[in-house]
């Protein structure tokens, strides 16, 4: 199976542009790159998703590699209620099922 | 009404209750999932239910029972739990579909004793 790897924490000011990255070097041409995040005491939240094309949505974007081998999720003014743990998750070509990683832990400095 | 429901938000049983969890939601999704989620660690898939059939059962052990009695409504009847089974139990749903999303449940967190 797929899997991703992500860096188990990061550190960023308010109000300044977030770079998470994701390695999943072992993709499948079919599979989906799905970001969910996960705020302290709640379920999981749906933030992005894309293929092979970047992808902008309210939330935030996601820059995906020309390989496919990694990807990035980029928020891009970040407030104090972004700190999460942000999941980079494959979505199975086969089943629909998602891969989810570790995760990264984003803490916001005020 | 955009939320996926569950209750009870908190739930302390000994090894030898009975007791189930309950999710609920009312978007008209078809596919309704249970997760397990243990402390720093991202959920793991136990069950998925597809237009309220079992479709994926992830191995889970018996002591741990699934039910979709329609099409809102998803449970998991817990008996003779053990300890390493304390962990946030999450309800999540989604249309079925390839690309759709999953909207979760804020959890039950369950402790053994």
Redesign the interface.
Known sequence: DAKTTQPNSMESNEEEPVHLPCNHSTISGTD?I?W?RQLP??????VI?GLTSNVNNRMASLAIAEDRKSSTLILHRATLRDAAVY?CILRDAL????I????TKLIIKP | DTE?TQTPKHLVMGMTNKKSLKCEQHMGHRAMYWYKQKAK???E?MF?YSYEKLS?NESVPSRFSPECPNSSLLNLHLHALQPEDSALY?C?SRFPG??E???????TQLSVL
């Open positions: 989906y799905h969910y005491s709640q379920g999981p939240e749906y998703h999941y089943n629909y099922q998602l989810w990683g570790a995760g | 996926v660690k991202p959920p898939l998925v994926i999450l999540a390839t690309h999303k999953l909207f979760f449940g804020s959890g």
